[in-house]
């Protein structure tokens, strides 16, 4: 089945690092994103890793994938009070084609 | 500004009432989503175009109706709707896979949505 989990809420201060966690369930998985959706707007793709990678690092953004555990994270370094965000895991499941399976969002709440 | 734009960005409705979302997109995407975001639950998936032809259900109650009349514009017609029915309701669009030169691996670009309140 298809299933993907995050914690809902994060609360951080500002210039400290954070780190959102999400699980998911079907191993088949090529790609798993991360999706920002800022407030009162829709949802854009910040980084995404293939599922034979365990890492990607992109300027203040690292993702760690563990395949086996089903576990992904984002991490977000010297977080600004700009990434005050919902923060979206998904899931690309190669069998159903185009389809995202996502996660209910975690809120990053950045504290100044 | 993404490419897909969504109207209205708020409305509300009463139960009985009949009305429309629209999302139109410039992207040159063939492929239009409607997503529906309830608060504290996962971005639930309701329907998938794939170049015009409805490729995916979800098992959406047929007071929720879309029509896609060319690979551009995407609607969903509403009709007796009930009050659990209020949502943010997002459009997205993508190229399908297995097409060259589509974006980043499966990415979606999404609207700002559609804020529905029924009375």
């Known amino acids: 089945g298809e299933d993907v989990e995050q914690s809902l809420f994060l609360s951080v201060r500002e210039g400290d690092s954070s780190v959102i966690n999400c699980t998911y369930t079907?191993?088949?998985?090529?790609?798993l994103y991360w999706y920002k959706q800022e407030p009162g707007a829709g949802l854009q793709l910040l980084t995404y890793?293939?599922?034979?990678?365990d890492m990607k690092q992109d300027q203040r953004l690292t993702v760690l994938l563990n395949k086996k555990d089903k576990h992904l994270s984002l991490r977000i370094a010297d977080t600004q009070t700009g990434d005050s965000a919902i923060y979206f895991c998904a899931e690309s499941i190669m069998e159903y084609g185009n389809k995202l399976v996502f996660g209910a969002g975690t809120i990053l709440r950045v504290k100044s | 500004e993404t490419g897909v734009t969504q109207t209205p960005r708020h409305l509300v409705m009463g139960m009985t009432n009949k009305k429309s979302l629209k999302c139109e997109q410039h992207?040159?995407?063939?492929?239009m989503y409607w997503y529906k975001q309830s608060a504290k639950k996962p971005l639930e998936l309701m329907f998938v175009y794939n170049f015009k032809e409805q490729t995916e259900n979800n098992s959406v109650p047929s007071r929720f109706s879309p029509e896609c009349p060319n690979s551009s514009h995407l609607f969903l017609h509403l009709h007796t709707l009930q009050p659990e029915d209020s949502a943010l309701y997002l459009c997205?669009?993508?190229?399908?896979?297995?097409?060259?030169?589509?974006?980043?691996?499966?990415?979606?670009?999404f609207g700002e949505g559609s804020r529905l309140t029924v009375l």
């Open positions: 997205a669009s993508s190229q399908p896979p297995g097409l060259a030169g589509g974006g980043r691996a499966g990415e979606l670009f």
């Open positions: 992207l040159g995407h063939n492929a």
């Open positions: 079907d191993s088949s998985s090529t790609y």
């Open positions: 890793i293939f599922s034979n990678m």
